[in-house]
Each structure stands twice: as structure tokens, then as C-alpha cells.
Nanobody, 129 residues
Framework: VQLVESGGGLVQAGGSLRLSCAYS????????VAWFRQVPGKEREGVSA????????VSSDSVKGRFTTFRNSQESIVYLQMNNLNHEDTATYYC???????????????????????WGQGAQVTVSS
């Protein structure tokens, strides 16, 4: 499995940014792709995920209503659309995947990073205040 991220950058507070995660190599049709983020000196935090069995999503309370995860299955890309960004969203964002994953997304998908076997290289998002 390969995960390649793109789309990070610098944005002003209140602005928007979209991250992309191009994926390949899944053996099973049912899997989950999640986004985690990390600030130096802090633990990695689960942000959002999508589960392909039913295209359900789950998001953390810190981003709910502002961030959306969706997928273009034909192009094998998962997106993280981030709106109304604030300084606390500044972090390196990682795309990660678990396969197989059956059923709807459950909160564990963004709370237990040990589930995930593959990680992208990371994309820096910096929000200026």
C-alpha cells in the first residue's frame, strides 16, 4: 500500500485548505483512510476518517463542522477539506490506512493509531493569525 499526500501550505486564519491522499495497493475493497496530525512535542491526534464499506465518516470534536473527509474512488484519492482554519490547526498532517476494515467508521478509527499499518509522508499546514 502506498499513500502520497499533497496540498499542505500556509493559510491565514479563517481560510481554507484541502489535503489530498492518493492511495494504491489495497487488496481488500473494505478499508479505512484516516487523517492524523501532530505538533512537535505533542502526541499525534486523530482528526477524521472515511470507511469504504458505506462511505461513512467520523471526525474529532476539535474539527467537527469545519473539516470534511471525502473520497474520489475512481481516482483513488481521499481528501481532507479544512475550512475556518485557526492557529491551533497548525500541524503536520498524515494520511494513514487500515485494511481490511469492515463496517461503518467508529470513533476508534481516529483514537487508536495502532490500527494503522501504512502512513503517508506528512504535509505541513501552517495557519497564520
Amino acid at each position: 500500500v502506498q499513500l502520497v499526500e499533497s496540498g499542505g501550505g500556509l493559510v491565514q486564519a479563517g481560510g481554507s485548505l484541502r489535503l489530498s491522499c492518493a492511495y494504491s495497493g489495497f487488496t481488500f475493497a473494505d478499508y479505512a483512510v484516516a487523517w492524523f496530525r501532530q505538533v512537535p512535542g505533542k502526541e499525534r491526534e486523530g482528526v477524521s476518517a472515511i470507511c469504504t464499506t458505506d462511505e461513512s465518516t467520523v471526525s474529532s470534536d476539535s474539527v467537527k463542522g469545519r473539516f470534511t473527509t471525502f473520497r474520489n474512488s475512481q481516482e483513488s484519492i481521499v481528501y481532507l477539506q479544512m475550512n475556518n482554519l485557526n492557529h491551533e490547526d497548525t500541524a503536520t498532517y498524515y494520511c494513514t490506512a487500515v485494511s481490511p476494515y469492515f463496517g461503518s467508521c467508529r470513533p476508534v478509527v481516529i483514537s487508536d493509531e495502532s490500527l494503522f499499518g501504512w502512513w503517508g509522508q506528512g504535509a505541513q499546514v501552517t495557519v497564520s493569525s
